[in-house]
DNA sequence: TACCTTGTTCGACATTTCACGAACAACGAA
DNA sequence: TTCGTTGTTCGTGAAATGTCGAACAAGGTA
């Protein structure tokens, strides 16, 4: 396996829809999508998930080599956003598509947030 | 991603968010319904897909199991077409999106149909 | 009846995915 | 420097997926 120390952000032209919808069909990716939709980013220390750390650290990087999220570095913390207009670039309407079916049908509801502020 | 062994035509209400982005990581399954898009039923002999037929099968199991596909079997043919109503119903605006974005990438495009009528 | 066509199911296999704990590296704080 | 926090990577294992060929069942045809 090529493991990339860090592993790159897609640009728009190399996401593909395949990557997309594969991030998307696992519950608790979608559920750490949902808690990113209000466009805040979010330390993954705030983010509730009922796995492992390494098993977190797994979906987050399916999700920013897929190209639905951005990474930052700061420090020791790590920082995470939605690419809401990459996407809504790349696949038009794709986003809000999911994040409808997904909150009607409360997909990835044991995913959960702090909300002690990030920058406190 | 998950598949239930004798899951045959989900309700509108069955059908899974989850379920349907799974099938849609797959290129060849992405491809065929491409083939599908224009509504017309379609013999399963018509497709040309470069899988064995039991491949074939599998990938029409699970666009069927997610309710993407409806098949009606007739003598010892199958046909199969797209439920486009029913997918517009439960997740409005996902299958226009996904066809979109699969024309304009050309994902599947190694799937194809005869133009051969069926009946002949 | 025997044969052919069509699609399903099975067994086998390689690959991928998801999950965990442990070890590790990087950084900040004491 | 030493320690603690944070996230990555490794090793492992279970489960799912994609693929094939072979065997099978159902239905039509000769």
Redesign the interface.
Known sequence: MVFVKQAQHPELEEM????V??A????IR?GLVRVLADGRERGWGELRVPVAKSTLSHHLRVLRDAGITRTRQEGTRCYVKLRRDDLDA?????L???L???CG?D?GAHVGVDHAPPHA
């Open positions: 593909t829809l395949v990557a919808m594969g998307f069909s696992d519950p979608v790349r696949f038009p309407g794709l809000d598509v999911v409808d079916a997904a049908d997909v």
